[in-house]
């Protein structure tokens, strides 16, 4: 089944897409994406393989997730989030323990924005020890560090913020772009939801944070909120 993926991917294939997708992704020599290879094809696509094969056995998953090319992680990922919708509870337990196993693999912010709210944030919805994200928080490797963040998105859309913020405040002073986005991306989904606890962190941080970090939470404020809060960093 690997080889028919595979062949049903490479159909779609885009030579300017191998071309600018590269470049877009940062796979340059000491950026975080350095050594990601792109066929080309369009997310569009690679959603229709992963859905025409959302059957495929978890071993073909992983085999895909060993790939150099991006295109073919992502759609085992797809995969990956299609079964984990249908599973039962112990095939959920299992996918979950597979997707934490390959985070090394799960290595751009595309792959992990598309699976870890759907994976990780949907299997902790329910649980009342979430530590898992804080050790992820912890993690010398940027991508455990976005999953934490990210999946905290499925939180949020439940009306759930304790571990956005307490996550959020963890990961204030990050200096990696991919991360400042991330927490200011969660930060502003809460305050869409809750802007007086959105305000609180503000208060907290605002004069010390990123300013990335700070521009992505405050975006849906108006004009003249963010124009405060800007006024506050250093």
Known sequence: MQNAIIQSLRQYIDGEKAVVLPRFFKTGKGEYGEGDRFLGIAVPNIRLVAKQYSHAPLEVVSRLLDSEWHEYRMCALLILV???????????????????????????????????????????????????????????????????????????????????????????????????????????????????????????????????MLRYAIEKMDSTERRKWMERKH
């Open 82 to 212: 299609i079964q984990y919708k249908q599973a039962s509870v112990e095939q959920k337990q299992i996918i979950f323990d597979l997707y934490l196993s390959r985070t090394e693999r799960i290595n751009n912010w595309d792959l992990v924005d598309l699976s870890a709210p759907n994976i990780v944030g949907e299997h902790l919805c329910g649980e009342a020890d979430r530590m898992i994200l804080y050790r992820l928080a912890d993690s010398p490797l940027l991508w455990e560090r976005r999953i934490a963040m990210v999946s905290t998105l499925t939180f949020i859309r439940r009306g759930d913020f304790g571990d956005t913020f307490a996550l959020a405040d963890k990961l204030v002073n990050s200096n990696h772009e991919l991360m400042q986005k991330a927490v200011g991306w969660m930060l502003r989904e809460m305050g869409k939801r809750d802007i007086s606890l959105l305000r609180t962190f503000l208060d907290k941080h605002a004069a010390t944070m990123p300013r990335t």
